[in-house]
T-cell receptor
């Protein structure tokens, strides 16, 4: 089982739709979580950090469920420009140091 | 100007050649990282450095070496390139106090697309 699992998609949604992605993680001791956005062949860019139960930034909401070990990302009122791959990242203690563990990403296509 | 830069942006080389990828940052961060990304796989950590005198192996360091020439510069070398090192390579930086490692936020360079023939 992968340490961080995401549905690869693609999720094809019309403009204006609400879409949600889930990410599950295996290490219950993980303390912080991130969503990064990655456009094709570009670098990952931080979208949101999640340290407690959740975080909201405009149309984007991230929620953390520690009991079930998953993080979700909700995008409301989808825009064409939201089309990208969304990477779930878990910060995990490895040999005394926290390290990023990446999911493989969920691809979103917003259609006109 | 970009905070984290990588050179070259694209490189095609042959098996057995030595190649160096360079990363520079103007963010003033102490911590720097090298990752590779392959289709269908998440980013994987190759090496990381928490300051100029600190170099650590990541999960896939075999076949790679690094040099931290200054706080702002971190280079990745492939001593003898092989085709399965064909990938997209990212440099990243972060600036977190050691007792707040858990909240570390990393910032990525634009990537180097490396093809080994």
């Amino acid at each position: 089982r992968k340490e961080v699992e995401q549905d690869p998609g693609p999720f094809n949604v019309p403009e204006g739709a609400t879409v949600a992605f889930n990410c599950t993680y295996s290490n219950s001791a993980s303390q912080s979580f991130f969503w990064y956005r990655q456009d094709c062949r570009k670098e990952p860019k931080l979208l949101m950090s999640v340290y407690s139960s959740g975080n909201e930034d405009g149309r984007f909401t991230a929620q953390l469920n520690r009991a079930s070990q998953y993080i979700s990302l909700l995008i409301r009122d989808s825009k064409l420009s939201d089309s990208a791959t969304y990477l779930c990242v878990v910060n995990k203690m490895v040999q005394g140091t926290y390290k990023y563990i990446f999911g493989t990403g969920t691809r979103l296509k917003v259609l006109a | 100007d970009a905070d984290v830069t990588q050179t070259p942006r694209n490189r095609i080389t042959k098996t057995g050649k030595r190649i160096m990828l360079e990363c520079s940052q103007t963010k003033g961060h102490d911590r720097m990282y090298w990752y590779r990304q392959d289709p269908g796989l998440g980013l994987r950590l190759i090496y990381y450095s928490f300051d100029v005198k600190d170099i650590n192996k990541g999960e896939i360091s075999d076949g790679y070496s690094v040099s931290r020439q200054a706080q702002a510069k971190f280079s990745l070398s492939l001593e003898s390139a092989i085709p399965n090192q064909t990938a997209l390579y990212f440099c990243a930086t972060s600036d977190t106090e050691r007792d707040r490692d858990w909240s570390d936020t990393q910032y990525f360079g634009p990537g180097t697309r490396l093809t080994v023939l």
